[in-house]
């Protein structure tokens, strides 16, 4: 893990600096951004990961730097958006518990008066909207439970923010997925708990979704995966959301014959938001006793830990 830390850093070019930079005599319209410096004596490879979280943002919002067309607290926006990448790239990839460096960030922007909106609203393009290859709902919770009670955003912006925050709070990494019946190709009514298998790929879909069909090429190009299927230690179950039934019927056959494919006969999954699916395809990922190993995942995702498990 370590070393692809240290690739993913070297790729972004996030340089941690020696020291502090020197004080200038009057703050100029445009300045670089300012890297965090890792204290020398935090030597423990985890511990400099997590403590460059936590303080990635301090130097930010530190001086008397404008805000404008072009800037954010004086930095090129383009820079400030690369460097949202690469501290979304740090959470979603090397921090178990985001709840930290998440809280250390709202409270540097929340402290940084015109700096406050953009950054709010880089946060959650990066963290939070669903073409976003560096989602993530675990980071997005911490930062949408505290917008809704900050009194920087607006009564009907917290309001949005309550919602984001519940619907993040939904089949968490670590809680067993919320269990419903569909019914099945062959018109079988079943539940998605009685499926066996030490994994399941649980997908929610639509043949007609260029997306999934992007998908299904990209999975079957992976020998790894239909190896793992083949044992019966991996399952992928494909579930269509939506009332155009008949629709879903006429293609359904498109879909792989080893896969579990079939829809929500009492659509539950979209009406009652016992699944919270803004995009699809949505893909869990979900271990043999049904907790969640990773929600709303990336195809990516979901590769790399499906051949964790096949070396095991």
């Not at 880089?122 to 930062?143: G, T």
């Not at 019914?183 to 639509?206: C, E, Q, V, W, Y």
């Not at 006429?250 to 009492?266: E, F």
Request: glycine share 4%; proline share 5%.
């Amino acid at each position: 893990m370590m070393r692809k830390f240290a690739l993913a850093i070297a790729i972004a070019a996030l340089v941690f600096s020696c020291g502090p930079r020197k004080k200038q005599a009057s703050a100029p319209i445009s300045r670089e951004f300012p890297q965090v410096v890792i204290p020398a004596m935090v030597e423990d490879e985890t511990d400099r990961i997590n403590y460059a979280a936590e303080h990635f943002w301090d130097a930010f919002v530190k001086g008397d730097y404008p805000t404008d067309s072009l800037h954010i607290a004086g930095v090129e926006k383009d820079e400030v958006e690369r460097q949202m990448g690469v501290f979304a790239t740090i959470l979603s990839s090397y921090i178990q518990q985001p709840e930290k460096a998440m809280g250390a960030f709202f409270e540097r922007i929340s402290a940084a008066e015109d700096a406050f909106e953009p950054m709010t609203e880089l946060a959650a393009k990066y963290f939070y909207d669903p073409n976003s290859p560096l989602r993530s709902e675990e980071c997005w919770l911490p930062m949408a439970t505290r917008l809704s009670r900050s009194p920087l955003v607006d009564e009907a912006s917290r309001g949005r923010y309550a919602w984001q925050a519940r619907m993040c709070s939904l089949n968490r990494p670590g809680t067993v997925a919320a269990d419903f019946s569909f019914t099945d190709i062959s018109g079988r009514r079943r539940t998605m708990h009685s499926i066996k298998a030490d994994m399941l790929l649980l997908i929610f879909g639509n043949p007609d979704c260029s997306a999934c069909k992007e998908l299904l090429e990209t999975m079957g190009s992976y020998p790894e995966i239909s190896a793992l299927e083949a044992s019966g230690k991996l399952k992928v179950a494909d579930i269509f959301i939506d009332r155009e039934v008949d629709a879903w019927k006429a293609k359904a056959a498109t879909y792989p014959k080893n896969w579990i494919n079939g829809y929500d006969h009492n659509f539950t999954i979209r009406e009652d938001l016992i699944y919270n699916v803004r995009a699809i395809p949505s893909l869990y990922l979900l271990d043999s006793s049904k907790k969640v190993i990773l929600k709303d995942a990336t195809v990516e995702q979901v590769l790399q830990v499906v051949r964790q498990m096949g070396h095991q």
